[in-house]
């Protein structure tokens, strides 16, 4: 079910004459999208980190482990001033509402800042998309993944 997600968010992206530029590690081009325009391939996971802080768009899509490790190690840096780009968490039919529940109650007992102050949060396709219409003229490509 959720692997069509992303492939659907970046058929659109294509449709509508966007460009996709993504990062993999070497041992999950099994997953690539056939039609990114420019990929880069990481040898670790490490490296892929280090890129994702350089890129022009993080977009979350429902994800494992390394998902929410790749999600965290932004958000971090983004809470310590050293990187500023968006981030976009795509809750498709709820899959991250837990953990917004656990951003909400990690900023209320003051341990962090709200989520909302790092990215946003959207559960349709067409929002993801006008979100990134919207500061595409800021971005050198639409998304990375």
Known sequence: MFPSVMGGITNGILETGGIIKGIIFKNFMYRVHKKIQKLTITPNITKRKTLLLQTDCVVVFPGGIGTLDELFHVLAAKQAGLSNIPVIIFNFKGYYTGLMQWFEKSATNEIT???????????????????????EKDLKVWIRH
């Open 113 to 135: 800042k709200k989520l909302s102050k790092f990215c946003y949060l959207y559960t349709t396709t067409s929002e993801c998309l006008n979100k990134l219409k919207l500061i």
